[in-house]
């Protein structure tokens, strides 16, 4: 396989000739010799290539040369004269593959908004910015998949659409098979579902969770990983309608075991992000965060605070008169609440736990209280919610009474049941979401800056 600018960079000068392809970033033009860098994306400096213009066998190529074509290079590794990199290439082969028109590239050498830069998604991952987010997106990708693999759990597909809401919260995507100049409508002129999704109504997954649990009930630990869309209509910037979402799942575990995977997992994602994509991360802290690397490293080696929710509203409303929206027990909790609970309150990472039950799903275990359940949300200082997991409710009786109150319907979900009839167990897990992981640990203050192509309420052409 050919070699990526990042290895070359890595190289001790030599004679031997290597390639380099890749978009020109940048071309500065001295008397006898030209500088371009050259960069493909595997790293976030590109290769200084330094064509020597009087050994050009045609030197008309260093006019089709501009930000943004695409090139390849030949030539020796050198020690670098300037101070800003170890080696470069000394060329006098250079073929220019794809021209790039200075006056029509939406790319210019200046410093583009990160607005400006949304508008044009299909090019952004061509800046700095945008191409450290999509490797540290890379990497923490893998991470999830290597953190799990190394402890025993089974990576699960569950699927995208299905007949279940998982969340109870009403915010899904239907999906049709209706003819739409054509629907079929009741006597009231309602729309008539029973003739949709080929003969039953379907909707978008808001979570493979339900799915999941049927497989640990299996496999004992598995995690999914994939995309979940919600139907809300929150312009914020921390939601999209379209995300992805990391969901462990493990059978005979309770809500404690599910506080300390989701700790270690946190951790060891931040742990190998500061590792393996340092270059990236200080290019973080000098634009976009400043200090998110010490924030982060801080993080891994502090415990995460606790606080059951009880608590949490005991300390928020000695401080009501602060807030937009003052709490009292029973509220949900906002993004500024958990902002003051890890920013002021606790300093660090807090895991809140056991939530009014009507705040939360129908699936969490019910606590003796008769009131809470064991639900545990952990959130973070800077962003507040990153992950929402649960003890889930392994008793039949009990499940099916919650169900009943909420008005589910039962038939829909006999087969979940069933996992409460056919050898029960504690079981629990959580969702993290990635883009609000992504969101943190780059300190990217849109969510919509973290995932290649946003989807929200809002949406672009692309
Ligand atoms: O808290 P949520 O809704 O929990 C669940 O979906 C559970 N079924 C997870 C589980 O126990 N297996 O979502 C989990 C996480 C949130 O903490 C948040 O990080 C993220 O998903 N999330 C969103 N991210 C971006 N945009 C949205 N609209 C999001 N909604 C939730
Ligand atoms: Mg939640």
Known sequence: MKERISTLLKREPQAEFVVAEGWVRTKRDSKNVCFLEVNDGSCLKGLQVVIDKEQLSDASILNEITTGCSVICKGPIVSSAGGNQAVEMATTDVQVVGPCPVDTYPLQKK???IEYLREIAHLRARTNLFGAVARVRN???????????????????????????????????????????????????????????????????????????TYAMA?????????????????????????????PEMAFCTLEGNMEVAEAFLKYLFKTVLEECAED??????????????????????????????????????????????????????????????????????????????IKAFYMKLNEDGKTVRGMDVLVPRLGEII???????DLATLTKRMEELGLNLDDYWWYLDLRRFGTVPHA??????????QYVTGIANIRDVIPYPRAPKLADF
């Open 111 to 113: 410093r583009h908004s």
């Open 281 to 358: 991360m200080a290019f973080f802290s000098k634009f976009v965060q400043s200090g998110v690397q010490e924030t982060l490293k801080a993080i891994v080696e502090t415990p995460f605070a606790h606080l059951t929710y009880t608590e949490a509203i005991e300390e928020l409303s000695k401080h009501n008169d602060t807030f937009e929206f003052p709490v009292s027990w029973g509220s949900d909790l906002q993004s500024e609440h958990e902002k003051f609970l890890t920013e002021v309150v606790c300093k660090r990472p807090v895991i809140v736990t056991d939530y009014p039950k009507e």
């Open 139 to 213: 990497t923490l990708s893998y991470a999830v998949h290597t953190f799990f693999q190394e402890h025993g759990f089974s990576y699960v597909n569950t699927p995208i659409i299905g007949a279940s809401d998982c969340e109870g919260a009403g915010e899904q995507f239907l999906v049709t098979t209706l003819d739409l100049d054509n629907i079929p409508r009741n006597e009231q002129g309602q729309i008539d579902y029973s003739k949709d999704f080929f003969g039953r109504q379907a909707f978008l997954t808001v979570s493979g969770q339900l799915e999941g649990e």
């Open 388 to 394: 929402g997991g649960s003890e889930r409710e392994s």
């Open 429 to 438: 897990g959580f969702g993290l979401g990635f883009e609000r992981l992504v």
């Open 219 to 247: 496999l004992k630990n598995i995690y999914t990983f994939g995309p979940t869309f919600r139907a809300e209509n929150s312009n914020t910037k921390r939601h999209l309608s379209e995300f992805w979402m990391v969901e």
